[in-house]
């Protein structure tokens, strides 16, 4: 279904029988001229029907006007007649979606798994065969024939241009071979011969004359003689500072093998590869291909996990913090060794890299392109040596690792290629310590695991003593440990602080100043609580300081108490709907409901209602929430039910309400102004 999707997007989207038919009628009056071409010096064989490609035009023309001329005839059919010469191969056919697809074909998930070198066939004696189930196999190789890649120099100038240029005879023959079913997509057949061509670079170590001829053949098949004016646009921006972030979705070039195909295509890229100036060209071309490599290795794989394996993560490695009674030092050694060889093992096993052959060989072509003044022969497929390092400024293999462990990490095109991507490093040195810190960086993890914890039992042992020892102690003393302790009413032990102070009220040394400090959140130069009133806490500390307070000083921190200890809201309501006017049962208490109200504190919850009853012709945010849970001075909530029975209007529901309300004056202003206007 995909397939047909994209197909019916592109420009060749119409019906195959359209398709056909249009050939056919173009091919009608090319007939004449053919008739009049001259057969090629060279003459490349079909080594099936022993015809040129201008010959089996020939033919192939006259059969086919005469047969659509007869009877209907299916698109299959006429395929069996009319094909472009080219190279026999063994692959794997599919629906390949981007035709990009088909992949490198440099050893890992193949899809072309042999080359019949100068088997000549045309495409449309193997789709004949296919049509009637029948095999053919390359003569000299016994080998499985499943599709012909056309090659230009092997057919006529004139058959190359009628099939290629004039029709879309060459399109559907090169999906049929490619996928088994005509849905000709844009660049099937650049991706097809440019993968065909890295294959055989990559199988062919020391070619021969006759590999390197065909070598020769399929690239200039796909070479072009003019750039566009988007390929000169994309050229100069690959030539640029920030080649990586052109091969993008935007560009066509998000696959393993198109900026191969784009560089390949485009005389002027594989001349700047091999110049001096092509490194940062070199690294983005690398960097890309283990991207998709590692992405396509990794399929649903926990990354995380796939990092810890890839550093050989070990808890022999770990640093564990000292004693709870010691200070952690303050140069901490953690393990940050990269260990290339066990990382380099696990990279093949999992086949996350191609060998570095595809970069050797792409080095030694452009460099011997541009030293033959930019023209392509079989004399630049000649083996040479090549320094790999020059291409991306450091040791190829530690590049590589680098770019795996960065692959790994990156989700999506806005990691690679954002602002704050990690980019590339400038030296070895670099590279080196980036690799460690990833190291670090997991070890250092596992030691602040068990630093926080060790602090957590620091921390739980300090409380416990402060909770024992802050009932005598001074109000300096106190406050000062209070805010190591308890600095906030969110933090633990101080429920179990209030309950002391009050059961032990007699015995508190600077009781109406501790409970003040409490109250208040602010006592002279000392804050707690950010200076804040503790809303959680008030009932049971106003307890405390009633009796011990003048009815004055008691009345001035009530009314405090009153003013500030409830949240203050926005001046228009929030998504709730609540506002100043009409606060929520959190923002007069602290607590989401009235279940967890008492739950958590039964001795502040009943306080509350306490104050609850005097609410009753306060201020409007006094009169909304008695009105709104005057019905817990009768009925106490539990956890089947948090309200105790009151039902509230979310605030979707008051949202809709509001909108409604919105809309009806809208159209009520909407209607008077159009009677107005009649009037």
């Not at 690294?283 to 890309?288: D, M, Q, S, W």
Request: proline fraction near 4%; glycine fraction near 6%.
């Amino acid at each position: 279904m995909g397939l047909m999707r994209r197909y019916a997007r592109t420009d060749q989207g119409k019906d195959p029988p359209q398709m056909m038919s249009d050939a056919i009628a173009k091919c009608k009056p090319a007939l004449l001229e053919l008739k009049a071409e001259k057969d090629q010096a060279v003459r490349e064989e079909c080594f099936f029907s022993k015809e040129s490609s201008l010959e089996s035009a020939l033919v192939a023309i006259e059969t086919g006007c005469d047969i659509t001329e007869e009877s209907e005839i299916t698109p299959d059919m006429l395929l069996t007649i009319f094909g472009l010469h080219g190279l026999a191969i063994k692959h794997k056919a599919g629906n390949y979606t981007d035709p990009m697809l088909i992949g490198l074909n440099q050893g890992l998930k193949d899809t072309i798994f042999e080359v019949y070198t100068n088997v000549v066939l045309n495409q449309s004696v193997l789709w004949y065969a296919k049509q009637n189930k029948t095999e053919i196999k390359a003569p000299g190789f016994d080998g499985l024939i499943t599709a012909v890649v056309p090659i230009k120099s092997w057919n006529h100038p004139a058959v190359w241009k009628l099939y290629c240029q004039d029709t879309e005879i060459a399109a559907m023959q090169t999906s049929a071979h490619l996928r088994n079913v005509l849905t000709p997509l844009p660049k099937d057949r650049v991706a097809f011969t440019a993968s065909l061509f890295l294959k055989m670079m990559g199988d062919w170590a020391d070619p021969s004359e006759i590999q390197r001829k065909m070598m020769s053949d399929v690239l200039l098949t796909i070479q072009w003689k003019n750039q566009s004016d988007k390929s000169k646009e994309i050229a100069d921006k690959l030539k640029g500072d920030d080649p990586l972030a052109e091969l993008s979705t935007t560009n066509n070039l998000a696959s393993e093998l198109a900026p191969f195909a784009q560089i390949l295509c485009d005389q002027t890229l594989l001349e700047f590869l091999g110049g001096p100036d092509s490194q940062k060209l070199w690294r983005a071309l690398v960097a890309n291909t283990v991207y998709w490599t590692v992405r396509r290795a990794l399929g649903e794989e926990e990354r995380g996990e796939v990092i810890k394996k890839l550093i050989n993560y070990n808890k022999d490695n770990f640093t564990h913090p000292l004693p709870d009674d010691e200070q952690e030092p303050e140069n901490l050694a953690i393990h940050d060794i990269w260990d290339g060889k066990k990382a380099g093992e696990y990279i093949k096993k999992h086949k996350y890299l191609y060998d570095n052959k595809l970069y050797t060989n792409m080095m030694r072509l452009s460099l011997a392109f541009k030293a033959a003044g930019n023209k392509t022969s079989p004399d630049i497929f000649k083996v040479g040596s090549v320094n790999n390092t020059v291409a991306v400024g450091m040791d190829l293999d530690l590049f590589c690792q680098v770019e795996v462990v960065k692959s790994i990490l990156t989700k999506n095109e806005t990691e690679r290629y954002g602002e704050n991507s990690i980019g590339f490093h400038d030296t070895e040195q670099e590279a080196r310590n980036y690799l460690a810190g990833i190291v670090r960086s997991h070890y250092r993890r596992q030691y602040d695991t068990e630093l926080k914890l060790k602090e957590e039992r620091v921390k739980e042992k300090k409380l416990a003593v402060f909770l024992d020892t802050f009932v005598p102690m001074s109000f300096v003393d106190f406050a000062l440990h209070l805010q190591e302790n308890i600095p906030n009413q969110g933090s633990k032990g101080r429920i179990e602080m209030l309950q002391k102070l009050e059961e032990e009220k007699d015995k508190v040394v600077d009781l109406s100043s501790k409970a003040e400090l409490l109250l208040i959140g602010k006592l002279g130069e000392d804050t707690w609580n950010n200076g804040s009133v503790s809303r959680n806490g008030a009932p049971t500390l106003l307890r405390i300081l009633e009796p011990i307070s003048s009815a004055e000083k008691f009345a001035e921190l009530k009314e405090h108490v009153d003013r500030y200890s409830w949240h203050r809201y926005r001046d228009c309501p929030n998504r709730q709907g609540n506002s100043n006017t009409e606060p929520s049962f959190w923002a007069a208490t602290n607590y989401v409901d009235p279940w967890s109200y008492l739950k958590n504190d039964k001795v502040g919850y009943r306080q509350f209602l306490k104050t609850l009853e005097t609410l009753d012709g306060g201020e409007p945010s006094q009169q909304a929430i008695y009105d709104t849970w005057s019905h817990l001075l009768t009925t106490d909530p539990h956890k089947h039910d948090v309200t105790a029975g009151k039902q509230l209007v979310t605030g979707k529901e008051k949202r809709k309400l509001r909108k409604k309300e919105t809309d009806k004056i809208h159209a009520e202003r909407k209607r008077a102004k159009t009677e107005g206007g009649g009037a």
